[in-house]
């Protein structure tokens, strides 16, 4: 039988998209429990990658747990969103930049402590073990990157049979998943804190990563979905007539889109570019070449509406510092919409990520279909 992985990347409150896409495969699939034999999970796609991974029964209900989850969530429930914590928390990063770097210690504009409790609360990190060792779950990874060395690592529980990897900067390793490496891989580069993991601290695992679909292939899927959050294609350059000196936010709202967005467009366009090579080369020589190459099928499914433009409607929600931080009150709206996307945890705006990836789900319905043909239980009326 060919394996099934997911892929969930990145973006912060982005993610919330995630559930919905995920939504419309469980309303297609009602009967299953774990329609993925492989589960990759980055940044906050790895807080869902373990609540599925984690959950007991059918799919659809974990599903609508998680569904409750986003919709309900709020600022407070994932960092310290009161006006006298963010004003404690820029004050503590101020004083560390004048101090003496001996003294100065990881640095972080937010507090997250809040989202560790709510990790405590929703995610049962027993069951992960028991489905894979039942075999319900071949590997479950969670991507995270060194501060110190610089590699993205893919931290896994998997099956025996099953071992880790370096290649360069990217490697597997084979751990006991803890709630220390879901917050290491949603450490959100300079807004959340870094996690210390045996001898090195880990940040999002975003950062650094180039192969968003490998550790996924090197831990036994063949067929592939990822998720995405980007809307790339669905968002049209836009050229100003008369450009000025960018903003603060504007750049950090390109850099964070490079990290979370961009990198996942390239590496799917060039695992697809592989499978073309790979198509025109007869199997005899690709055999006689020793290369360890062989086509993925890959389904990619990602937001058909600019998200930029579904968090301007609802940028109020933010405080009023983290607001002026993104430069909401700044002409170029789209700048601040789309660095604020990243920290805009409100039911409002989540509820219409979860309705965007639900319909985009069902628009790809037929693709889903092709894509999980062959799996057991995958036959639909």
């Not at 004048?98 to 003294?103: A, D, G, K, L, W």
């Not at 220390?180 to 300079?190: F, L, R, V, W, Y």
């Amino acid at each position: 039988m060919t394996k099934t992985g997911v892929i969930l990347t990145g973006g912060g409150a982005r993610a919330a998209y995630q559930v919905g896409v995920l939504r419309a495969i469980s309303d297609m699939y009602p009967d299953w429990q774990h329609p993925f034999n492989v589960i990759i999970g980055t940044s906050a796609g790895a807080i869902n990658a373990m609540a599925i991974a984690g959950s007991r029964g059918l799919f659809r209900h974990n599903i609508d747990h998680l569904d409750s989850i986003w919709s309900e969530l709020t600022m407070d429930q994932i960092f310290r969103s009161g006006s006298y914590s963010l004003v404690r928390s820029l004050t503590s990063v101020a004083r560390k930049f004048v101090s003496r770097p001996i003294e100065s210690g990881p640095t972080s504009l937010l507090d997250n402590t809040p989202l560790q409790e709510l990790l405590k609360r929703e995610i049962n990190l027993d069951n992960v073990r028991d489905h894979i060792r039942e075999g319900s779950i071949d590997a479950v990874g969670l991507n995270a990157c060194g501060y110190s060395t610089g590699q993205n690592i893919c931290f896994f529980e998997a099956a025996e049979g099953l071992g880790g990897w370096s290649v360069g900067q990217r490697a597997g390793t084979r751990t006991e998943l803890t709630l220390d490496h879901i917050m290491a891989s949603s450490a959100i580069p300079t807004l959340f804190p870094p996690v210390r993991i045996n001898r090195e601290f880990f940040g999002d695992g975003a950062t650094r990563q180039m192969a968003h679909i490998s550790p996924a292939l090197r831990l036994g899927a063949r067929k592939v979905l990822v998720v995405g959050v980007s809307a790339n294609e669905m968002s049209p350059v836009k050229r100003p007539a008369q450009p000025g000196m960018p903003t603060m936010s504007q750049v950090l709202g390109h850099v964070f889109n490079g990290i979370f967005l961009d990198t996942l467009d390239y590496d799917i366009d060039r695992s697809r570019m592989i499978n073309q090579l790979l198509a025109l080369i007869p199997p005899e020589r690709l055999k006689a070449s020793g290369l360890d190459l062989n086509p993925v099928d890959i389904l990619e499914i990602s937001p058909s509406e600019p998200i930029d433009e579904i968090a301007m409607k609802y940028l109020d929600g933010l405080p009023l510092i983290l607001r002026r931080l993104a430069g909401a009150s700044e002409i170029d709206g789209d700048a601040s919409a789309s660095l604020a996307s990243f920290l805009l945890f409100d039911p409002r705006f989540c509820k219409d990520l979860i309705s965007l990836g639900y319909r985009d789900g069902q628009h790809h319905a037929r693709q889903i279909g092709r894509f999980f043909a062959g799996v057991p239980g995958a036959e639909r009326e």
